[in-house]
């Protein structure tokens, strides 16, 4: 569905988790980043799910089962239930159980969570292009990857066969740094052959479906760090969203998004999820003004800030002044340099 331009963070005069029913929570570089709980994390949605909000996990990382999703976040001190769990793996395995026969082989390049969500769906894994599959399926595989893996699903699909992936991340988030993710491997076949899949994962609509088949929201609130999968994700859907900087976007990113890329709301963790979140008010004529701050874009899109407080009104402000001079564009990186120098970014 088509949606307005957003030129500025909304405001909720209510914390997050009383304004919507449901946190579509990402879990790389949100909940956790490697195995480890991001701080305030863990606190912040322990006291959301306590006052009524439902938490339902949505990642586009396949190699793991719901289960194992499940038994991570409880070893972490978040109780959570495999049904709570939505992977990119069962956005395609349903997307796949759609367009083959029923019972179909298909060859399966990944992890344990993607041959887990096919046969949910009453189809069979293989692993060699000989074994005559019907499909061919791509999610992240981590270090288990093989090229040889790499290598079958490339001769089945040069062969024609139907090609799909859970998802296109090039990069994920780990304890060690940031590391290669499925979008790679995709690119690695899509180079040997020239095709192009069928993809399922945020923030494509097969994945937003899913969510919704499986967690019922009826107003629900997209969380998560990456622009590009959660927050235009979130954008496709026509949900509202809220972006946390303790992933793979910065504030710098965050100020150059492009109209799909641009959250509702922002906060430095999942605190956010707990706190009233301040409107933004003005105009590109006299600027922007949110808590101490006021931002402007000057000539040339450089952004000025003056004003003090909370950093992260600061942030606010700077968004609307970016966001609204850049229209349905974008304002190079360059350009909040300087301004963010001011609140520390």
Same mark, same amino acid.
């Given at each position: =569905? ?17 304004? +919507?029913?449901? *946190? ?8 956790? *980043?490697?195995?480890? &709980? ?14 009524? =909000? ?5 990642? $586009? $990382? ?30 395609? &395995? ?20 993607? /041959?887990?969500? #096919? ?15 019907? *499909? ?12 040889? =893996? #790499? ?15 859970? $998802? ?13 993710? $499925? ?70 990113? #965050? ?9 509702? +709301? ?8 707990? /706190? ?39 942030? /606010?402000?700077?968004?609307?002044? &970016?966001?609204? &001079?850049?229209?349905?564009? *974008? ?15």
């Amino acid at each position: =569905m088509s949606q307005p331009i957003r030129t500025r963070p909304a405001g909720c005069a209510r914390p997050l988790h009383q304004e +919507y029913d449901t *946190a579509l929570l990402d879990l790389d570089g949100v909940v956790y *980043a490697g195995g480890e &709980a991001i701080p305030h994390a863990v606190s912040s949605l322990l006291a959301a799910r306590d006052e009524g =909000m439902r938490l339902a996990y949505v990642t $586009n $990382n396949a190699s793991r089962t719901p289960g194992a999703v499940a038994d991570h976040l409880s070893r972490l001190g978040l109780p959570a239930l495999p049904e709570e769990v939505v992977t990119s793996a069962q956005a395609v &395995a349903r997307l796949v159980a759609e367009r083959v026969p029923a019972g179909a082989r298909v060859l399966a390049v990944g992890g344990e969570g993607l /041959r887990v969500a #096919l046969r949910e769906r009453g189809l069979e894994p293989v692993e060699s292009a000989d074994d005559d599959p019907a *499909a061919v399926v791509q999610g992240y595989g981590g270090p288990g990857l093989t090229w040889g =893996m #790499l290598t079958e699903a490339a001769y089945a699909v040069g062969r024609g066969v139907p090609w799909f992936a859970s $998802n296109t991340d090039l990069t994920i988030p780990g304890e060690r740094g940031v590391g290669p993710g $499925n979008g790679a491997a995709v690119e690695v076949v899509r180079l040997a052959t020239g095709a192009t899949p069928q993809v399922a994962g945020k923030p494509l609509p097969p994945m937003h479906r899913e969510t919704i088949a499986r967690t019922g929201a009826r107003r629900p609130l997209v969380v998560g760090d990456r622009l590009d999968t959660d927050i235009e994700g979130a954008h496709v859907g026509g949900v509202a969203s809220l972006l946390v900087l303790t992933g793979v976007t910065d504030a710098a990113r #965050l100020l150059a998004a492009r109209p799909e890329h641009r959250p509702g +709301y922002v906060a430095a963790d999942l605190r956010g999820l707990l /706190r009233p979140h301040p409107e933004v008010t003005g105009d590109a004529t006299a600027g922007f003004a949110c808590g101490g701050w006021h931002a402007a874009a000057a000539a040339g899109g450089e952004l000025r800030l003056t004003g003090d407080g909370e950093p992260l009104d600061g942030l /606010r402000a700077l968004c609307a002044a &970016a966001w609204t &001079a850049a229209g349905d564009g *974008a304002l190079p990186e360059r350009c909040a340099a300087r301004a963010l120098a001011r609140l520390g970014w």
